[in-house]
């Protein structure tokens, strides 16, 4: 499909980029900024609430060759180059290569990595989010084979996000404004999701800079803070959250609940 999107325009140089990012290092952040405890329970939050267009990202570009019923509400995502899901609009473009890194005009025996870049926008609620976001990414998608049975995921990804969400101990509500980059390491996926759904290992790290608002109002800023949080992920639904190398978390990718360990 050679269907383009001017917005989209701008993600060239994101994927560009991709090839640097085998060098990239991987791992909890050390960071020595002082957070108190409730600034880094804000910072997981919003990790958790950017994970649900993340997911989604992850999920189509996983199924977006295979061939077989793909996932519920993800149909589109393996013909067209615009889908929703969950009141987020995605525009994705992908490419795919084989081994001597010369594109190809689909999937077929001789494609060994996909490249897929996205935007998405558009406002989803929780049982503890409502978001307005904007998503850019690109992820090199490796191991996409017929024979092998997990995908490598790498890659980065860009958001805003304007979240109206319940405190930690769910007794308040609260405003916040988050800018952050993410970049993603060997995210592994098996193939077949039913034998296992969850990213099996890797990470994302996550720099995040923190408006937290008196109302939800871009402009009324109440204080500012940075956090750098690390998610890691272990084959199962309740992956790792560090915040700046000190605070732990346990998240749910089912729930997005977040519970200090």
């Given at each position: 499909m050679t269907t383009r999107f001017p917005r989209l325009a701008r993600l060239g140089a994101l994927a560009a980029a991709?090839?640097?990012?085998?060098?990239?290092?991987?791992?909890t952040s050390t960071n020595p900024t002082i957070l108190s405890q409730d600034q880094a329970d804000d910072a997981a939050l919003q990790v958790a609430a950017g994970l649900h267009v993340v997911g989604t990202d992850v999920s189509a570009s996983g199924s977006a060759y295979v061939t077989g019923a793909p996932q519920a509400g993800l149909q589109q995502a393996q013909?067209?180059?615009?889908?929703?899901?969950?009141?987020?609009?995605f525009e994705i473009t992908r490419t795919f290569f084989d081994?001597?890194?010369?594109?190809?005009?689909?999937?077929?025996?001789?494609a060994v990595r996909l490249l897929w870049t996205s935007r998405a926008f558009g406002t989803f609620s929780t049982d503890r989010d409502t978001a307005t976001v904007g998503h850019d990414a690109a992820l090199d998608v490796r191991n996409i084979e017929a024979g092998k049975d997990t995908l490598d995921f790498a890659g980065f990804s860009n958001d805003s996000l304007q979240n109206?969400?319940?405190?930690?101990?769910?007794?308040r509500?609260?405003?916040a404004h988050v800018v952050s980059n993410a970049t993603w390491a060997d995210v592994m996926l098996l193939k077949n999701r039913t034998l296992d759904p969850w990213p099996l290992s890797g990470t994302m790290v996550?720099?995040?800079?923190?408006?937290?608002?008196?109302?939800?109002?871009v402009g009324d800023v109440a204080s500012h803070f940075n956090a750098t949080v690390t998610v890691t992920f272990n084959g199962t639904a309740d992956p790792d959250i560090t915040v700046n190398g000190?605070?732990?978390?346990?998240?749910?990718?089912?729930?997005g609940a977040i519970v200090r360990v």
């Open positions: 991709l090839a640097m990012l085998a060098g990239c290092g991987k791992g013909f067209d180059t615009v889908f929703v899901n969950n009141g987020i609009t081994a001597a890194g010369d594109s190809l005009s689909g999937y077929g025996p001789t109206v969400f319940r405190s930690y101990d769910g007794t509500t609260r405003y996550w720099t995040l800079s923190i408006d937290r608002l008196r109302s939800n109002n000190v605070w732990r978390y346990k998240l749910d990718l089912i729930t």
